[in-house]
């Protein structure tokens, strides 16, 4: 069971703006910043967000985060078909001096 | 670019030991702080630990359920990260991965992952 709760599934149509959330505590989410990565099937993880809201280079605008107290969220604004992936957000957790992720949440591109 | 690329997954007996290898360019290696996430097969993502550069102490942390059997190491003449694993258990069984860290904590570029098996 992880530290971190993610919904397992979502989904939305092209163009859509959809949000994953990430629920945490107060030793991790709410001290310390969220990141969120994205994998493809049969890929590696690839950073998409750190430090909360900062994109890599590369990565689109339409990719954004957010903090909210003990939660972060993605937003995925201007949904496209190969946004289908896997999600993971990822927290640094001062009690288990260690990262944490979430679960995971598997985004469907209807 | 970075570049890491690992090596030296294999199938191994419960109670046995592997040294996995990560070779790395494309940055310089001697600054860099460094980590390794396994995936057990269709699961989610879980962090092992990382490693300091040298000038920072080398110092290493772990995830509670590998501390005390899993050690990592890193070369910097070789450019090479290293993952040894004792004591191997079937919940051990994942696609390892190598990987850079960002703010000297999260994983920020990857390796293409290694599968080890431990199994009877």
């Known amino acids: 069971q992880s530290v971190l709760t993610q919904t397992p599934s979502a989904s939305g149509t092209p163009g859509q703006r959809v949000i994953l959330s990430c629920s945490g505590g107060r030793s991790n989410i709410g001290r310390n910043t969220v990141n969120w990565y994205q994998q493809l099937p049969g890929t590696a993880p690839k950073l998409l967000i750190h430090?909360?809201?900062q994109r890599p280079s590369g990565v689109p605008d339409r990719f954004s985060g957010s903090k909210s107290g003990t939660s972060g969220s993605l937003v995925i604004s201007g949904l496209q078909s190969e946004d289908e992936a896997d999600y993971y957000c990822a927290a640094w957790d001062d009690s288990l001096n260690g990262v944490i992720f979430g679960g995971g949440t598997k985004l469907t591109v209807l | 670019e970075v570049h890491l690329v690992e090596s030296g997954g294999a199938l191994v007996k419960p109670g046995g030991s592997l040294r996995l290898s990560c070779a790395a360019s494309g940055f310089v290696f001697t600054e860099a702080w460094m980590s390794w996430v396994r995936q057990p097969p269709g699961k989610g993502l879980e962090w092992v630990g990382r490693?300091?550069?040298?000038?920072?102490?080398?110092?290493?942390d772990y995830a509670a359920a590998v501390k005390g059997r899993f050690t990592i190491s890193r070369d910097d003449s070789a450019n090479t990260l290293y993952l040894q694993l004792d004591n191997l258990k079937p919940e051990d069984t994942a696609v390892y991965y190598c990987?850079?860290?960002?703010?000297?904590?999260?994983?920020?570029?990857w390796g293409q992952g290694t599968l080890v098996t431990v199994s009877s």
């Open positions: 990987t850079s860290l960002v703010a000297l904590r999260f994983p920020a570029s």
């Open positions: 490693i300091k550069r040298e000038s920072h102490g080398g110092t290493t």
């Open positions: 430090t909360t809201d």
